[in-house]
């Protein structure tokens, strides 16, 4: 069983709709990142956090850490939004990841 | 500020031979990560140096690979000889620090093909 589990693994979203992505853990940890990989293209951080909330533009990303979870949301979702976003959290030196939810926005 | 870059971004090579896949962290980063995804699975820890030392290997598959940062600037890392399971896109990481909380940047990936 991977440490990090992620709902839904593939989304279809109309442009416009808000996305949620859900992303569990079954390790302690002291922060979580949330990750973004174009097709073809490298990864980028979204966010790091240890706790509550983070927004940048309209991306928004909670963590609780009591509960293990984190969700990544994306409100008036864009077709360029369209990507695989990764759960990563980190107990020790190493990353554990996510398997990705793969999110297509529809014009 | 240059990012992570890594080269090649896609390799395509036949079972046996020798792969070697580049890293060049940013610059002034002490900690350099391999990583490795396979198609359809998640993202694997591979290793990771502090400068050129290696501070943990536990993710390297098999004596097949071998990574190296010497002068503890760019990382190499070698797969020989390659096999079909070896496919995937590996990526390089590095950060500043090595605190939990330390922002990791990655590269865009080397992919391998191995035939």
């Known amino acids: 069983k991977n440490e990090v589990e992620q709902s839904p693994q593939n989304l279809t979203a109309q442009e416009g709709e808000f996305i949620t992505i859900n992303c569990s853990y079954s390790?302690?940890?002291?922060?979580l990142h949330w990750l973004q990989q174009h097709p073809g293209g490298g990864i980028v951080s979204l966010f790091m956090l240890s706790s509550g909330k983070k927004k940048h533009g309209r991306l928004i990303a909670t963590i609780n850490i009591q509960e293990k979870h984190s969700s990544l949301h994306i409100t008036a979702s864009h077709p360029r939004d369209s990507a695989v976003y990764i759960c990563a959290v980190r107990p020790g030196n190493q990353f554990y990841f996510g398997t990705g939810t793969s999110l297509t926005v529809i014009p | 500020e240059a990012g992570v870059t890594q080269f090649p971004s896609h390799s395509v090579i036949e079972k046996g031979q020798t792969v070697t896949l580049r890293c060049d962290p940013i610059s002034g980063h002490d900690n350099l990560y391999w990583y490795r995804r396979v198609m359809g699975k998640e993202i694997k820890f591979l290793l990771h140096?502090?400068?050129?030392?290696?501070?943990?290997e536990s993710g390297m598959p098999n004596n097949r690979f071998l990574a190296e940062r010497t002068g503890g600037t760019y990382s190499t890392l070698k797969v020989q000889p390659a096999e079909l399971e070896d496919s995937g896109v590996y990526f390089c990481?590095?950060?500043?620090?090595?605190?939990?909380?330390?922002?990791?940047?990655f590269g865009e990936g080397s992919r391998l093909t191995v035939l």
């Open positions: 390790v302690g940890i002291s922060a």
């Open positions: 140096f502090v400068k050129e030392s290696k501070q943990d």
């Open positions: 990481a590095s950060s500043r620090t090595t605190a939990n909380t330390g922002e990791l940047f």
